[in-house]
């Protein structure tokens, strides 16, 4: 079942591997197929040198399992409430990479400081509310998507494809698991360069102007970037 997207999926993982997002066992990569309601996610603490396409976890959007014979990664209940309230979106991904972990446990937003920030986020990279004792000592997981959905009221979701958990570290999605991978390495990029931005000049910022014209060259009807 699903074999493709459980391929996809691996390769997703692996990505963030490869480009050092994740140390040992962090982190996760998720893919969903809308027409049959269910998801694809990495399993709980396998290392990542042993997976193989056949460990991935199919469950519904319930978090039950339908696949599978390993615990699907801790983070599900996460990226399932993504899925749910983001129908555009097809896959998570989440990490503790180093620069844009330091800015969730901050509690700041990752300011739009440039042209490399705008190609890939149509404004500030939005940090959550700290979750309530309450909310902690109950459905963790769900209630950290809670927070995201609700920090993204009156967000496109699409056109800011990451957010940072207030305390805890960055998640981040796109249309395809490789597309999610792609784009959380650029969230660490991005909140590595703001780090250093920010320390040279406090008052650095980007126009609107800048800002669209190197967004929507990218995305959108217009787009002028790369063949077609």
């Known amino acids: 079942m699903l074999e493709e997207l459980k391929a996809r999926t691996l390769e997703a993982n692996l990505e963030?591997?490869?480009?050092?997002?994740?140390?040992?066992?962090?982190?996760?990569?998720?893919?969903?197929?809308r027409e049959q309601g269910l998801a694809v996610i990495k399993p709980s603490g396998v290392d990542y040198d042993q997976l193989r396409p056949e460990h991935m976890v199919v469950t519904d959007l319930e978090g039950r399992i339908v696949e599978g014979d390993l615990r699907p990664s801790s983070d599900l209940k996460t990226h399932l409430a993504l899925y749910k309230a983001f129908p555009g979106i097809g896959a998570v991904v989440h990490t503790h990479s180093e620069n844009a972990t330091a800015w969730a446990q901050s509690g700041r937003d990752i300011p739009a400081l440039g042209t490399t920030h705008a190609d890939y986020f149509h404004g500030p990279v939005p940090c959550t509310r700290e979750l309530t004792d309450d909310e902690i000592n109950g459905d963790y997981v769900l209630n950290t998507g809670v927070a995201i959905i609700e920090r993204f009221e009156g967000i496109d979701p699409l056109a800011i494809p990451g957010v940072l958990v207030a305390g805890h570290a960055p998640f981040a999605w796109g249309r395809t698991p490789m597309d999610a991978a792609h784009n959380a390495v650029v969230l660490e990029a991005v909140a590595k360069m703001a780090f250093m931005?920010?320390?040279?000049?406090?008052?650095?910022g980007v126009s609107n102007a800048l800002l669209d014209r190197h967004y929507f060259r990218k995305h959108g009807a217009s787009a002028t970037y790369g063949q077609k």
């Open 16 to 33: 963030l591997v490869n480009r050092g997002l994740v140390l040992y066992t962090f982190g996760n990569a998720s893919g969903i197929d």
């Open 197 to 204: 931005t920010v320390m040279l000049n406090p008052n650095s």
